[in-house]
């Protein structure tokens, strides 16, 4: 009990949300690791998948290198990249992009291979080029399913970017590894909490995105109140 009152104590004292080492920089912090990860993986992962969706080729090396991808231990990744390319911000961008990578792939892909063929069939009978098909029919089309994997990716990024702190950076990871390092275990808790609000928090935004952005439904748009029919429609002919 004491572990969790300690953990409130320090979250209720002003002091600790301001500073170079404050929550709110640590936060910032956390949130510029996580971008900079989900930037990288995306320029990487969405085209790829869109190319392998549309043109149907290639679906089987995708799923072997997204799984191949999922399989890295990121800790032991980060470690090795530090041993080649030194400490900075590098080596664990580079292995979180290995946590972000495979649900963007799986997403772009998925989203664009479900389209449904006779609407890709249409838009060829009205001589829209493969270009075209696949950037304004698939695409919108797929909004959703992309979506939903930028929210995964998201996630699991979030919830690995601790490991940042693991190389002498900053990010919410520094209550943990500082906790652990000095039998703060308070520290440890107030940093795994952050964490998991924070990736709360972001997943609740953009699951309202995944919502939003269903195709044909228009949900951000209020209903047009039904108008009354005049009252001399309304009588019956005698």
């Not at 399913?145 to 919830?159: S, W």
């Not at 490991?163 to 940093?191: E, H, K, M, P, Q």
């Not at 951000?220 to 109140?225: N, V």
Request: glycine share 10%.
């Amino acid at each position: 009990m004491n572990l969790f009152l300690d953990a409130w104590h320090y979250f209720t004292d002003g002091a600790n949300w301001s500073g170079p080492s404050g929550i709110g920089t640590r936060i910032v912090q956390h949130l510029w690791y996580s971008f900079l990860t989900i930037a990288v993986s995306a320029v990487i992962a969405v085209p790829l998948g869109l190319i392998i969706g549309h043109t149907r080729r290639g679906a089987a090396v995708l799923v072997g290198f997204a799984n191949a991808m999922r399989a890295l231990p990121t800790l032991g990744l980060l470690t090795f990249l530090v041993l080649l390319l030194g400490l900075g911000l590098v080596p664990p961008l580079l292995a979180l992009v290995t946590v972000g990578i495979p649900p963007l792939l799986a997403g772009a892909y998925a989203g664009i291979a479900n389209v449904p063929a006779d609407v890709v069939d249409a838009s060829r009978a009205m001589g829209m080029t493969e270009r075209q098909i696949l950037f304004r029919v698939e695409v919108p089309n797929a909004l959703p399913i992309l979506l939903t994997g930028l929210r995964g990716a998201t996630l699991q990024v979030v919830a690995t970017a601790t490991i940042a702190a693991y190389v002498n950076l900053g990010g919410l990871g520094r209550y943990i590894f500082d906790g652990i390092s000095l039998y703060r275990y308070d520290r440890v808790l107030v940093g795994a909490l952050l964490v998991a609000v924070l990736a709360m928090v972001l997943d609740g935004l953009l699951a309202f995105a995944v919502w939003a952005s269903a195709p044909g439904v228009d949900r951000l748009r209020r209903a047009p109140r039904p108008v009354a029919a005049p009252a001399a429609e309304l009588q019956t002919t005698g």
